[in-house]
């Protein structure tokens, strides 16, 4: 089995900054990518940020210049630092990785279950 746990997510004000972070456990033996999606009510689940085993990162137009995304392998873990943040900024953040669980194994994607981010204008 393997879980993704989020934390991190709240509400603030606009222009004030928070910092998601996303644990893998579990039978793991390898993380490709992980990445940070969002979905506000009656939207389209959207990707927001992706990084890859090799460090590099892809960001979501909106959010170009105000979010980081980071990840400690050694911890299993990814970071989504979110600063300047927008009233359209407002959805349930959600993790996803790609992880391979055993030596041969085939790459599986896994969701967590999803932090609420607000933020009040």
């Known amino acids: 089995q393997v879980q993704l746990v989020e934390s991190g997510g709240g509400l603030v004000q606009a222009g004030e900054s928070l910092r998601l972070s996303c644990t893998a456990s579990?039978?793991?033996?390898?993380?490709?990518?992980m990445g940070w999606y969002r979905q506000a009510p009656g939207k389209q689940r959207e990707l927001v940020a992706a990084?890859?085993?090799?460090?590099?990162?892809n960001y979501a137009d909106s959010v170009k210049g105000r979010f980081t995304i980071s990840r400690d392998s050694a911890k299993n873990t990814a970071y989504l630092q979110m600063n300047s943040l927008k009233p359209d900024d407002t959805s349930v953040y959600y993790c996803?990785?790609?992880?391979?669980?055993?030596?041969?194994?085939?790459?599986?994607?896994?969701w967590g279950q999803g932090t609420q981010v607000t933020v009040s204008s």
């Open positions: 996803n990785a790609a992880i391979v669980r055993t030596v041969g194994g085939p790459r599986e994607r896994y």
């Open positions: 990084i890859f085993s090799g460090g590099s990162a």
């Open positions: 579990g039978s793991i033996f390898s993380i490709n990518d």
